[in-house]
C-alpha cells in the first residue's frame, strides 16, 4: 500500500497545483522590481544625507525615504516571481504590490497640489513628480490588468492529485488532496505553519493593517501621531505602505503554508532592515518616548522577526524532507509478493 500511495502522490507530477501563473504578473513584477530599486535606491540614499527627494513637498526628508527604502526592499523579491509555475505561489506578494501602485497613484493625483511640479520645485524634483506620476499611472493600470487576465484563467489539477475522480487521494497526506465542497480539490499544505506563530503573526499583520487603513483614510487624524512632522500626502503614502505590508501578513498567516510563501519571505526582512536603517539614521527626528514611537518599533522588530523566523522553519522543514527522501531512497525493496503493512490489499 505504501508504494501505491508513493505512485498516488507522484501521479500528477509537473502539472500545476492551482491557477497557472500568468506571464504578465512575471513582466510586470519585473519591470516594477527594477524601478522600484532604482527610485527607491534613489529616493533612501537621499535622505539619509538629508535631501528631500519625494515627487511630493515633504516638511522632513525621512518619509520620502522610507518610502523609498521600502520600495528598494522589496525589490529583489520582485525578481524571483518568475520562478513560481503557480498564482498561489506569490499571490501574498503580488497583491500587496497591487495595492502600492494603485494606492500611490491614487494618493499622488490626490494630492496633486503637493507635487513638486505643482509647488514649483526644483527642475529635476518638478520633472521627477510629473514622471512620477506618469509610470504610477501605467503601473498601475498594467497591474489591474494583469490581475484580472489572472482570476480570468483556469485552475490547474492538483499535483498531489492521482487520476480519477477529485479528492480521491488521501485525505491526510500534506501536499495532497481532500475533498472539498461538492468534491472540489482542496491542496493539504506542505508546510503549515505552526500554531505559535499565528497569534503573533496575526497581531503583527494587523497592527500594519490598521495603521494603514487610519493613514488613508483620516490622514489629518492619524498624521497627527506619527511620531515625526508629516503632511497629508507623506500620511497618506505611508499608509499605502503599511495597509500592503499589514495585507502581505495577513496574507501569508490566511496560506498557512511555508512554501507558498517563499517570495513574501524574501521581501519582508529586507523592507524591515531598509526601514530600520532609515529611522536610526533619522533617529533625532522621531519622538521615541511616545506611543506612536513604541508601538513603530514594535511594528518593525515584529516585521523582521516575522521575515527571520519564516526562513528558519522553511528551511527546518526542508531539511526535514531532504531526510525523509533520502530514507526513502535508501529504503531495501520489499520482497516480490510481501505486503507492506499487514492488512493491505493489492
Known amino acids: 500500500m505504501s508504494d501505491l500511495r508513493r505512485q498516488a502522490a507522484t501521479a500528477g507530477a509537473g502539472r500545476p497545483d492551482g491557477r497557472e501563473l500568468s506571464p504578465g504578473i512575471v513582466v510586470l513584477s519585473a519591470v516594477v522590481g527594477g524601478i522600484s530599486l532604482t527610485i527607491g535606491a534613489l529616493l533612501a540614499v537621499a535622505s539619509l544625507f538629508g535631501y528631500t527627494a519625494g515627487a511630493w513637498v515633504s516638511p522632513e526628508a525621512l518619509s520620502p525615504g522610507l518610502i523609498g527604502a521600502a520600495m528598494a526592499g522589496v525589490a529583489p523579491a520582485l525578481f524571483t516571481i518568475g520562478r513560481a509555475r503557480v498564482w498561489e505561489d506569490v499571490r501574498s506578494l503580488v497583491l500587496p504590490l497591487v495595492i502600492v501602485l494603485v494606492g500611490l497613484f491614487a ?12 509647488k514649483g520645485g526644483p527642475l529635476f524634483l518638478a520633472l521627477f513628480s510629473l514622471g512620477w506620476v506618469a509610470t504610477l499611472g501605467l503601473l498601475a493600470l498594467g497591474a489591474v490588468g494583469c490581475l484580472a487576465a489572472q482570476y480570468r484563467g483556469r485552475a490547474g ?148 522577526v516575522t521575515g527571520l523566523s519564516g526562513h528558519w522553519l522553511l528551511a527546518r522543514t526542508t531539511r526535514a524532507s531532504g531526510a525523509d527522501a533520502d530514507a526513502e531512497r535508501n529504503e531495501p525493496p520489499a520482497p516480490a509478493g510481501a505486503k507492506a503493512h499487514p492488512g493491505d490489499d493489492a
Open 157 to 304: 489539477r492538483a499535483s498531489g492529485a492521482p487520476a480519477g475522480p477529485a479528492g480521491s487521494a488521501s485525505p491526510g497526506r500534506a501536499g495532497g488532496v481532500a475533498a472539498g465542497p461538492a468534491g472540489a480539490a482542496r491542496r493539504q499544505p506542505v508546510a503549515p505553519m505552526p500554531d505559535w506563530s499565528k497569534p503573533p503573526l496575526a497581531v503583527v499583520g494587523s497592527g500594519w493593517f490598521g495603521i494603514g487603513a487610519g493613514l488613508l483614510a483620516f490622514p489629518d487624524f492619524w498624521g497627527a501621531l506619527v511620531p515625526w512632522t508629516v503632511n497629508r500626502a507623506d500620511a497618506q503614502g505611508l499608509g499605502v505602505w503599511a495597509l500592503a505590508l499589514g495585507v502581505g501578513v495577513l496574507g501569508a498567516l490566511a496560506e498557512d503554508d511555508l512554501t507558498r510563501i517563499r517570495p513574501a519571505l524574501r521581501a519582508v526582512p529586507a523592507v524591515a532592515l531598509a526601514l530600520g536603517a532609515l529611522l536610526a539614521v533619522h533617529s533625532r527626528d522621531v519622538d521615541w518616548a511616545s506611543g506612536p514611537g513604541v508601538s513603530l518599533i514594535a511594528l518593525v522588530t515584529g516585521l523582521l
Open 107 to 118: 494618493v499622488s493625483v490626490l494630492n496633486g497640489g503637493s507635487l513638486q511640479a505643482a
